[in-house]
């Protein structure tokens, strides 16, 4: 176990120097071409600034998602299921339609950041309650109630998307493909990293009460677990965790829903062991797209690093998928 | 979890690693681009598509050195250094420009490449492109740099002469996309432009507007034209204004043109509108010879 | 442990007043939907009466009581021997406890198999080995078992038995519903007859158990084949 997680952390610093070392320069003719050097002291800094957003946001995502599932007991769980993502567009979208209509800035409404959080939190109420309603705190109508919500406030961004000037539609597609912004303001990075290690934190303490939560509900509580504490507490570690990557980065998809199943597979089921193997598997997922967009070059601008992560994790969670109908059990990936 | 599940993973990372280093291996050239700046010279990064048409048509095609991804003005090997959202800090810096040109997105211009473009020395032009006295504005920004000078004289000449609109000329539907059938409202560049021609826009909704057969029958123009990017998009942009149920349609006053330049607020637009005046008038000649 | 409740709401259970020993085996039996359940899991403390109180002070940490409802799943794919140390997940980790309930159940040689790969009787028996390790010490404990040998195989359903024959020996109680009354004949030394949410007898299983009686429970005359487990006792 020692050596896998060692793996796991050679892979992240082989992927972090890689990125760090990978990047356009200029040739003997000035040609700007993509080369493998040590970065000069000012790419040193962009580079370095990239990782930081990179593996932050993975992080956030990959432990969003571990929190997600472990409170539906569902592994199809992530921010993207619950309608967080879809949310947080949606609070995007509204910023900018409503800054587009007053001809105000998006800072006179808080900036994307707030707009994000907001549709994030009201998507993750919203679905609590619905699926309150809908039958106790059952996990399945919860994850029900969190993809037609997710669909409403698509909807609802493509409604605003329609309603305000043509101009705003190029800005909200922008959004919607997942970018980690180039060069962030180190103040933005040192808060999404705080979010990402007191969050992580705050998991791993509960990780004996996640392993008991893979029990039935009955079984759980009967072994002296306090079932609305503790899902109270994962709805909103959960829920701030990728509303602050959302707000970050945008909607990057699969990253939640993978990295805990990759995680899983590698390392152990077992909390105490999954959630730093996640948090380690959320930032080499990241690190992976983000290196691969910088290596990558179409001569059309850099891919967005969500499409990158989609392509990838698409593909990787179908294998786990069919690989689960052999095993017999949903979470034998 | 299988035993035999680690080994597999430890190849395919390691499958992996080493396709990533091949593609990091293989040089590819995207650009020619001095590398060395030599003192006053002018080195333009454009992010808009619009403005790059317009440089283009002032005569400054050499001075750019960089371009975003929709910019097809200029040579498709420039480095793409982004757009109007995302900008790529270690490519601008490599190309080294001395202006950085775009248009803001309605969101703001990103703080990031203020602070970036403030500590480069990058001289940041940002406007809005919708409407020709905004192509005025950047012309004359353009002015201050002091090369091409004749050439940007003329253009802001031909730019002050752009008529107003007379209230009496034949009015117009003009299509810029068949699915959806896309509409240049008031307050565009086109709009602007029309009296150029003799023309004035049928639809008085602001902006882009996407419009029905129906709903476009309703405004009655008497002209309906149509502005295709590509030669393929010909023959969709007119089957589409010829199903519009109005007279215009049925008496054949349908004119569709392949110009993508049109396409563009720019100067390069205002020439390509003015080179129309022959055919468009030749389809309004159908409907004076009517009346 | 002593508990009277009233649920008047759906009328699960109403106007039980039972009181269980210690180091006994408690069966309850009854036809579907007669309450079992609900009793059971009143018991475990998971669920909470609507009316009346469930005594159990003596019992009430989860190092005293341990609950294995009847249709559980595992949302992980843990191997034997995590999932039995589930039971002292809470606590600081006891090797030694989870060895011993690996060995009470019989599993100590498979603990490393995948929980998901074992057959459904083997998984009930790591399920209840989950609950033994969750107690500290048998003596004046109780475990509660829903339906604990339904669709086990006669050889699985001994081996079970015996598990918790080792346990009731250390002086804890066993408390287990049973549609099966032939079984709970075999298996417990006490016994309470649920109808219709009702307790209709209570008492030593011999007397609970009897075929009067349980043509009473069952509201029917009950077939020889099912008022006796004696298929049992080879296997024990």
């Keep these: 176990m020692t050596l896998r997680f060692c793996i796991l952390v050679f892979v992240v610093l082989l992927l972090a120097f890689l990125r760090l070392c990978v990047g356009p320069q200029a040739d003997s003719d000035g040609n700007i071409v993509l080369g493998l050097a040590l970065p000069t002291a000012q790419t040193l800094q962009f580079r370095a600034l990239s990782i930081a957003g990179a593996g932050a946001v993975g992080l956030l995502l990959a432990l969003s998602g571990l929190a997600l599932q472990a409170l539906l007991r569902n592994p199809l769980a992530s921010p993207f299921t619950l309608g967080v993502s879809s949310g947080a567009s949606f609070g995007v979208a509204c910023v900018l339609a409503l800054a587009a209509t007053t001809g105000l800035s998006t800072r006179a409404f808080g900036g994307e950041f707030t707009g994000a959080l907001v549709g994030a939190a009201l998507a993750l109420g919203l679905v609590w309650i619905l699926a309150k309603r809908a039958s106790g705190r059952d996990a399945v109508a919860l994850a029900l109630a969190g993809v037609v919500l997710g669909g409403v406030m698509s909807s609802g961004a493509m409604l605003l998307e329609q309603i305000v000037p043509r101009g705003l539609r190029g800005d909200l597609l922008a959004w919607m493909a997942g970018r980690i912004p180039e060069l962030p303001e180190f103040s933005t990075l040192l808060a999404l990293w705080s979010i990402a290690i007191v969050g992580m934190l705050l998991v791993w303490r509960m990780a004996h009460v996640l392993d008991l939560l893979m029990l039935d509900d009955d079984e759980a509580s009967a072994a002296g677990v306090r079932l609305v504490r503790t899902r109270v507490a994962l709805f909103l570690i959960g829920g701030v965790l990728a509303a602050a990557a959302v707000s970050f980065a945008g909607p990057i998809g699969f990253v939640g829903l993978v990295a805990p199943h990759a995680a899983r597979l590698f390392i152990s089921h077992r909390h105490a062991l999954l959630v730093p193997a996640t948090a380690l598997c959320g930032v080499i997922v990241l690190l992976g797209a983000d290196l691969f967009r910088q290596a990558l070059d179409l001569g059309t601008g850099r891919l967005p690093v969500g499409i990158i992560t989609a392509l990838v994790g698409g593909p990787f969670f179908l294998w786990m998928l069919s690989r689960s109908r052999r095993g017999g059990s949903e979470w034998n990936l | 979890m299988q035993s035999r599940t680690p080994s597999i993973l430890l190849r395919r990372l390691l499958l992996a690693c080493a396709m990533a280093c091949l593609t990091i291996g293989c040089d590819v050239p995207t650009s020619p681009s001095p590398t060395v700046a030599e003192a006053d010279e002018v080195r333009i990064a454009s992010l808009s598509p619009a403005m790059t048409a317009t440089l283009v048509d002032l005569g400054f095609a050499a001075e750019i050195v960089a371009r975003s991804p929709w910019c097809t003005d200029v040579p498709k090997g420039l480095p793409v250094v982004g757009d109007f959202r995302e900008f790529d800090a270690e490519r601008l810096l490599l190309v080294r420009p001395t202006h950085l040109v775009l248009q803001p997105p309605l969101s703001g211009i990103d703080p990031a490449l203020v602070t970036f473009a403030a500590k480069e020395g990058i001289e940041l032009v940002a406007l809005p492109i919708n409407r020709m006295e905004h192509v005025r504005s950047f012309v004359r920004a353009v002015g201050k740099l002091g090369l091409h000078g004749s050439r940007v004289q003329e253009r802001m000449e031909a730019l002050a002469q752009i008529p107003t609109v007379d209230a009496r000329a034949p009015r117009a539907v003009v299509l810029v996309n068949a699915e959806p059938m896309l509409v240049a409202g008031s307050a565009t560049y086109l709009t602007d432009l029309l009296p150029l021609v003799g023309i004035r826009n049928a639809m008085d909704r602001e902006g882009w507007i996407e419009c029905s057969h129906e709903s476009l029958a309703l405004l009655d123009a008497d002209l309906l034209l149509g502005i295709a990017e590509h030669e393929e998009h010909r023959a969709l942009l007119t089957r589409s204004l010829e199903a519009i149920p109005c007279k215009a349609a049925r008496e054949g006053r349908v004119v569709v043109v392949v110009a993508g330049e049109l396409l563009r607020p720019s100067t390069h637009a205002l020439q390509a509108m003015e080179a129309l005046k022959p055919v468009i008038d030749r389809a309004l000649e159908a409907r004076g010879a009517k009346r | ?236």
């Design chain 3, 1 to 236: 442990m002593r508990f009277s409740t009233r649920t008047e709401c759906a009328a699960a259970l109403t106007g039980v007043d039972a009181a269980f020993a210690k180091g006994r085996t408690t069966a309850i039996v009854g036809a579907n939907a007669s309450g079992k359940s609900t009793m059971l899991r009143l018991a475990a403390g998971v669920l909470v009466p609507s009316e009346g109180v469930v005594d159990s002070t003596r019992v009430e940490r989860a190092s005293k009581r341990a609950f294995v409802p009847q249709r559980a799943s595992l949302a992980a794919d843990f191997s034997v021997r995590e999932t039995i140390a589930l039971g002292t997940a809470l606590k600081t980790a006891s090797a030694a406890r989870v060895d011993a309930a690996l060995e009470a159940v019989g599993l100590a040689a498979r603990c490393a198999v995948r929980f998901h790969s074992l057959s459904g009787g083997e998984q009930q028996r790591v399920r209840v080995g989950r609950a033994l390790a969750q107690i500290e010490c048998a003596q004046g404990s109780v475990l509660l078992l829903d339906e604990p040998f339904s669709s086990l195989d006669p050889a699985e359903v001994a081996r079970l038995v015996i598990a918790l024959r080792g346990f009731t020996s250390e002086g804890g109680s066993v408390i287990l519903s049973l549609h099966d009354a032939g079984l709970a004949r075999e298996v417990a030394s006490d016994a309470i007859a649920l109808r219709g949410g009702r307790a209709i007898a209570m008492g030593s299983a011999d007397e609970v158990l009897s075929p009067t009686m349980l043509r009473e429970v069952y509201a029917h005359e009950m077939l020889e084949a099912n008022s006796d487990a004696r298929w049992l006792r080879p296997h024990l």
